[in-house]
């Protein structure tokens, strides 16, 4: 099949050339010019594992090009895809402008039948106004599907080629055969629905996995308060199938392209139509919450931060990834800089991103973990790199001031700590090394 995608973010660039691995010829079409130039070269503009010699692989073998010329592209195609962004605006919402011109602009350069699938994650009813809009430039005949992507970064290329489910949503029979053609290697989970259906799972499923974040933080919480362990609370819990294991990791909240702003956009989407939806609302806020809870250790510990020198490990929202949006450590980093202490940060793959959003300002970044660690009054860990769980506790308390230890994702065990004389505040595990070894009694019989 002959296929062009619009847009070479993580999800156009992944899928694009994920279906040229499957033997499909795909164009990958972007406005910016730097960044087609780049991939002409054989640069991959993510940090993706596995992507760059599938790039190449694909490249070699005539089946994967970039340009700029989105109508050649589209005329050459019978299969569109849409994968532009679809960024918050300040109110939530999503900002669908990029959308509106990829639509206008397909339209344009309709010449026979082709099916418009949109990947990008858009408002219930978005892919009814991409049919309007693309209608309004040509007598054509083409059918459109609501084709939602549940790629997670960092594992970008093996979600794609092995998906838990593929979720096709299409009023037409026509656009329904070729699409499950498409992705009938990839999975058996075809699941063919309406286009609004298709839509709404994709909020659903993103707003439903931040929901069991935040709740597994919120019980983290209560877990530091009666003595008990949240990882042995999530482990028992994640045997019953109805609950399941995965997405039940306390830490410091959930960041990332996705989560955010999708379930600001739900809410949004809800408002809209006069629904309060304030479980979602809820989840939100114990998420931004969450990461205060840092800054709260920190305090606990040094008291005033005015002067103090804070290590941070870890950028990333999450490891594997070189993407800082809406990153913990953004807000984590302010509020220190507010309280008037210093930082020095390493991430393996993150600090020149997260240079560009926050600048250097109070910030040094150093190039190994050591040196953020070098005579640091604490260290906090933002980002469960391998590379962190990877260093001896023994070692680590040698390059610090004090031994004082955040860990916001539970990276080290009990047994790595014996020993040492690191105070050790992990999320919603009490009892390791952090001197609340004995809880309050919590009632009197
Ligand atoms: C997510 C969805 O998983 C994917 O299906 C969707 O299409 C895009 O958004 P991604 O943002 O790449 O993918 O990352 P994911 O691995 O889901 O993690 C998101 C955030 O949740 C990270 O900040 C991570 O640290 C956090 N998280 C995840 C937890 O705090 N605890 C968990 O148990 C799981």
């Given at each position: 099949?002959?296929?062009?995608?619009?847009?070479?973010?993580?999800?156009?660039?992944?899928?694009?050339?994920?279906?040229?691995?499957?033997?499909?010829?795909?164009?990958?079409?972007?406005?910016?010019?730097?960044?087609?130039?780049q991939?002409?070269?054989?640069?991959?503009?993510?940090?993706?594992?596995g992507?760059?010699?599938?790039i190449?692989?694909?490249?070699?073998?005539?089946?994967?090009?970039?340009?700029?010329?989105?109508?050649?592209?589209?005329?050459?195609?019978?299969?569109?895809?849409?994968?532009?962004?679809?960024?918050?605006?300040?109110?939530?919402?999503?900002?669908?402008?990029?959308?509106?011109?990829?639509?206008?602009?397909?339209?344009?350069?309709?010449?026979?039948?082709?099916?418009?699938?949109?990947?990008?994650?858009?408002?219930?009813?978005?892919?009814?106004?991409?049919?309007?809009?693309?209608?309004?430039?040509?007598?054509?005949?083409?059918?459109?599907?609501?084709?939602?992507?549940?790629?997670?970064?960092?594992?970008?290329?093996?979600?794609?080629?092995?998906?838990?489910?593929?979720?096709?949503?299409?009023?037409?029979?026509?656009?329904?055969?070729?699409?499950?053609?498409?992705?009938?290697?990839?999975?058996?989970?075809?699941?063919?629905?309406?286009?609004?259906?298709?839509?709404?799972?994709?909020?659903?499923?993103?707003?439903?996995?931040?929901?069991?974040?935040?709740?597994?933080?919120?019980?983290?919480?209560?877990?530091?308060?009666?003595?008990?362990?949240?990882?042995?609370?999530?482990?028992?819990?994640?045997?019953?199938?109805?609950?399941?294991?995965?997405?039940?990791?306390?830490g410091?909240?959930?960041?990332?392209?996705?989560?955010?702003?999708?379930?600001?956009?739900?809410?949004?989407?809800?408002?809209?139509?006069?629904?309060?939806?304030?479980?979602?609302?809820?989840?939100?806020?114990?998420?931004?919450?969450?990461?205060?809870?840092?800054?709260?250790?920190?305090?606990?510990?040094?008291?005033?931060?005015?002067?103090t020198?804070?290590?941070?490990?870890?950028?990333?929202?999450?490891?594997?990834?070189?993407?800082?949006?809406?990153?913990?450590?953004?807000?984590i980093?302010?509020?220190?800089?507010?309280?008037?202490?210093?930082?020095?940060?390493?991430?393996?793959?993150?600090?020149d991103?997260?240079?560009?959003?926050?600048?250097?300002?109070?910030?040094?970044?150093?190039?190994?973990?050591?040196?953020?660690?070098?005579?640091?009054?604490?260290?906090?860990?933002l980002?469960?790199?391998?590379?962190?769980?990877?260093?001896?506790?023994?070692?680590?308390?040698?390059?610090?001031?004090?031994?004082?230890?955040?860990?916001?994702?539970?990276?080290?065990?009990?047994?790595?700590?014996?020993?040492?004389?690191?105070?050790?505040?992990?999320?919603?595990r009490?009892?390791?090394?952090?001197?609340?070894?004995?809880?309050?009694?919590?009632?009197?019989?």
């Amino acid at each position: 099949m002959r296929i062009t995608v619009i847009g070479t973010g993580y999800v156009g660039l992944v899928s694009g050339v994920c279906f040229a691995e499957l033997g499909n010829r795909v164009i990958c079409v972007d406005k910016m010019e730097a960044k087609i130039d780049q991939l002409n070269r054989g640069e991959v503009p993510i940090y993706e594992p596995g992507l760059q010699p599938l790039i190449s692989a694909n490249r070699e073998a005539g089946r994967l090009s970039f340009t700029t010329d989105l109508r050649a592209s589209v005329e050459a195609s019978e299969l569109v895809i849409i994968a532009v962004g679809t960024p918050s605006l300040p109110n939530g919402q999503a900002n669908l402008s990029y959308i509106e011109q990829a639509a206008a602009e397909i339209g344009q350069a309709m010449n026979g039948y082709k099916i418009i699938v949109t990947k990008s994650t858009v408002p219930v009813g978005t892919n009814e106004r991409i049919r309007d809009m693309i209608r309004q430039h040509t007598e054509e005949v083409f059918d459109i599907a609501s084709v939602p992507e549940f790629l997670r970064e960092g594992t970008a290329v093996s979600d794609t080629l092995n998906p838990d489910r593929v979720v096709i949503g299409t009023d037409s029979a026509r656009a329904a055969e070729c699409l499950v053609e498409l992705h009938s290697r990839l999975t058996d989970h075809l699941i063919v629905t309406d286009i609004r259906s298709a839509e709404m799972i994709k909020y659903a499923s993103n707003a439903f996995l931040a929901t069991k974040i935040s709740f597994i933080n919120e019980i983290a919480n209560i877990c530091e308060k009666v003595g008990a362990d949240v990882t042995k609370v999530a482990y028992g819990m994640g045997f019953d199938k109805r609950i399941g294991s995965s997405f039940l990791k306390a830490g410091i909240g959930y960041g990332g392209s996705c989560f955010p702003k999708d379930t600001q956009a739900l809410i949004q989407i809800a408002g809209q139509m006069d629904y309060d939806f304030k479980l979602l609302k809820s989840v939100v806020d114990v998420n931004r919450e969450q990461r205060y809870n840092v800054i709260r250790k920190l305090e606990g510990l040094l008291g005033n931060l005015a002067g103090t020198t804070i290590g941070i490990w870890g950028l990333a929202f999450k490891p594997e990834t070189d993407d800082v949006r809406d990153a913990p450590a953004f807000e984590i980093i302010a509020e220190l800089h507010k309280r008037g202490a210093q930082v020095q940060a390493y991430d393996p793959v993150a600090a020149d991103n997260f240079r560009k959003e926050y600048g250097s300002d109070g910030i040094v970044y150093c190039s190994t973990a050591r040196e953020a660690a070098w005579q640091a009054d604490a260290l906090c860990i933002l980002t469960e790199w391998k590379e962190f769980q990877e260093l001896e506790p023994l070692e680590v308390e040698g390059w610090l001031k004090s031994p004082y230890l955040i860990d916001g994702r539970n990276i080290y065990e009990e047994e790595q700590l014996s020993g040492t004389n690191i105070v050790y505040y992990s999320v919603g595990r009490p009892g390791m090394n952090s001197g609340l070894k004995e809880p309050a009694p919590l009632l009197s019989l």
